[in-house]
């Protein structure tokens, strides 16, 4: 009974931290994070880190991080970085999920959408992972779908991170070759077909997921 008005603030306290995060998104921008993250000194990585996870949780955009991420870091840590970043938000948002409204949804879900979660929740982890290489959905709004489902953390937790990693790869790159070109440092042309042979992976891995579910099992 004490639980449901701590639920109910810990919500509104949410939506309170989305709204003021939405409001003030425009100031996320490269100049910003890197003063911030020079700011910080030594702990300048574990601050964007944190700041990652946070902005995570907040609906903010990734993408301007993840590309942050290989300007500031380089591409072996800059990848690194936003490998820990991105996963460790999405295990939060999917908690604050679960722990807000999972009862709640599984007390009124039925019909259609009942039918759906029970078929997500039966591919587990193999949904998180197409969903992770196959962005069909905002990756900040289905941290907290998968959170109301009842996928293991765990498998969610090792899914999400092992299978970011080539979008994590190619985007931090991509950061790292913007920023090599604006500092007109020698090796532009090296880098930018790096960061395009990168993105056309990334693009053509969606297809051949989708080829791999769809092919008929092999007959017995």
């Known amino acids: ?56 949780v907040l609906f903010l955009p990734g993408a301007v991080l993840t590309l942050a991420g290989g300007a500031l870091f380089g591409p072996l840590w800059g990848t690194l970085y936003n490998l820990i970043g991105a996963p460790l938000g999405a295990a939060l948002a999917f908690l604050i999920a679960r722990y807000l409204a999972h009862d709640w949804v599984q007390a009124r879900v039925k019909g259609p959408l ?53 979008g994590a790869l190619a985007y931090t790159y991509l950061g790292f070759a913007g920023r090599e070109a604006m500092a007109g440092s020698e090796g532009l042309i090296r880098n ?19 080829r791999l579910r769809q092919r008929p099992p092999p007959s017995a």
């Open 192 to 210: 930018g077909l790096i960061a395009l042979a990168l993105l056309a992976a990334v693009a053509f891995l969606p297809r051949l997921v989708l």
């Open 114 to 166: 009942g039918r759906l979660m029970q078929g997500v929740e039966a591919e587990g982890w193999r949904f998180v992972a197409f969903t992770r290489l196959v962005p069909l959905f905002p990756f900040n709004v289905l941290n907290y779908a998968l959170g109301l489902t009842r996928i293991g953390f765990l498998p969610y937790c090792f899914a999400t991170l092992a299978f970011m990693l080539p």
């Open 1 to 56: 009974m004490h639980r449901r008005p701590i639920r109910i603030l810990g919500a509104l306290l949410l939506l309170g931290a989305v709204a003021a995060a939405l409001l003030y998104r425009d100031r996320l921008d490269a100049a910003a994070l890197e003063a911030w993250v020079s700011g910080a000194g030594a702990a300048g990585p574990l601050a964007f880190i944190g700041l990652y996870a946070v902005a995570t």
